[in-house]
């Protein structure tokens, strides 16, 4: 394991899921390393009343003298009925040790409010990180509120 590249947390949390509205969702991320700071992303719901027009936006700031600054702007692109939510997210992080981090997340079933599944992969290229792999699993949705998701990110290098 690489001296400077450490273990990184998230942990989100469905406050208020109860009626599809009101739905907030912290995530803190944590990097313990020489040379990176402390991440932190706040994820959004600006509008789920009827369940359309849900606009994520985070933003990444890493206070490190490598490192740049991340910004990740997640949108729902149909979520008409609650059904085909498709989030994308992009990571940038400019520095001579990092390359590129790239993650998909997609809804692949939301008709009914349970079941909602969603996996993120992580990629980053450079000579001392290795593959970040996220799961993110919806432990209990069924009546729409309750969801709580616990994501555990372990990096090999």
């Known amino acids: 394991m690489v001296r400077d590249l450490g273990i990184l947390q998230e942990m989100v949390r469905d406050c208020r899921h109860s009626t599809g509205d009101d739905q907030r969702l912290p995530t803190y991320y944590r990097r313990w390393s020489e040379t990176a700071g402390i991440l932190q992303e706040t994820v959004r719901d600006y509008g789920h009343t009827t369940g359309d027009g ?5 933003y990444y700031r890493t206070l490190s003298e490598t490192a740049g600054i991340l910004q990740d702007t997640v949108r729902d692109c149909g979520h008409t009925t609650g059904d085909g939510q ?11 040790t990092v390359g590129i981090l790239q993650e998909t997340v997609r809804d692949c079933r939301h008709t009914t409010g349970d079941g909602q599944r969603l996996r993120a992969y992580y990629r980053r290229r450079s000579q001392t990180a290795g593959i970040l792999q996220e799961m993110v699993r919806d432990c209990g949705h069924t009546t729409g509120d309750g969801q709580r998701l616990w994501t555990y990110y372990r990096r090999q290098s």
């Not at 849900?54 to 985070?58: C, D, K, P, T, V």
């Not at 498709?86 to 001579?96: A, G, I, K, V, W």
């Open 54 to 58: 849900q606009r994520l936006r985070a």
């Open 86 to 96: 498709r989030l994308q997210t992009y990571y940038r992080r400019r520095s001579e």
